[in-house]
């Protein structure tokens, strides 16, 4: 079946700097979908790319997918406490596969 | 975004009981539910995709037997775990398609998950 892929699996960021973890599809993908889960919480749906090359922003979070349809990838710029989370991204026309998540920590 | 309820939020049961969770679309029609396994530190596992009106599919490695789904209406699907035991414990969240969303892929809705514990 479809596998996705994403790195890296934890990311510690210092307060105000940038970082971006990456989603890999074994095969092409309809769309990808990122989600992010505090801890104790549940998925929380963040965006959907569908188009290939495709950029969208929200606020200081970048999304794009990749010319092949096969990766995408997600930029958090100048991180805040409130970033905290586990950030998926998940791939599949009908059923979704999600990659491991990259759980992110910041300090202050 | 849509919402979707999930009952209980967590329980704690005996080994052999049987448990029911319960996940509702709230402000939409929803004919394909989803229910995911996640274990503490790791990612979601899809379980199951439950269809109104027919019966469940089941990921490959998921008992039906143990894992009962009931898709009875557009607006809730049943979880039931039965004869649980300690393995079975986990966090166990269900998610719902929003036709209305328009995309290629419908996007999914996720409930706030029940946390099983089966002592």
């Known amino acids: 079946g479809q596998q996705v892929m994403q790195i890296p699996q934890y990311q510690h960021v210092q307060e105000g700097e940038d970082f971006t973890t990456y989603c890999n599809s074994s095969t092409t993908l309809s769309n990808i979908q990122w989600y992010k889960q505090r801890p104790g919480g549940h998925p929380v749906f963040l965006i959907q790319l569908v188009k290939s090359g495709e950029v969208k922003k929200q606020k200081r979070l970048t999304f794009q997918f990749g010319e092949a349809k096969k990766n995408s990838s997600l930029h958090i710029t100048a991180t805040q406490t409130t970033d905290v989370g586990t950030y998926f991204c998940a791939g599949g026309d009908y059923k979704l596969s999600f990659g491991a998540g990259t759980t992110v920590t910041v300090r202050a | 975004g849509a919402v979707v309820s999930q009952h209980p939020s967590w329980v704690i049961c005996k080994s052999g009981t049987s448990v029911k969770i319960e996940c509702r679309s709230l402000?939409?029609?929803?004919?394909?539910m989803f229910w995911y396994r996640q274990f503490p530190k790791q990612s979601l596992m899809l379980m199951a995709t439950?269809?109104?009106?027919?019966?469940?599919?089941?990921e490959q490695g998921v008992e039906k037997d143990k894992f009962l789904i009931n898709h009875a209406s557009l607006t809730l699907s049943t979880l039931t775990v039965t004869s649980a035991h300690p393995e079975d414990s986990s966090f166990y969240i269900c998610?719902?398609?929003?036709?209305?969303?328009?995309?290629?892929?419908?996007?999914?809705?996720f409930g706030p998950g029940t946390r099983l514990t089966v002592l």
């Open positions: 998610s719902a398609r929003d036709p209305r969303t328009g995309g290629i892929t419908d996007t999914q809705y």
């Open positions: 402000d939409f029609q929803a004919t394909t």
């Open positions: 439950s269809n109104e009106g027919s019966k469940a599919t089941y």
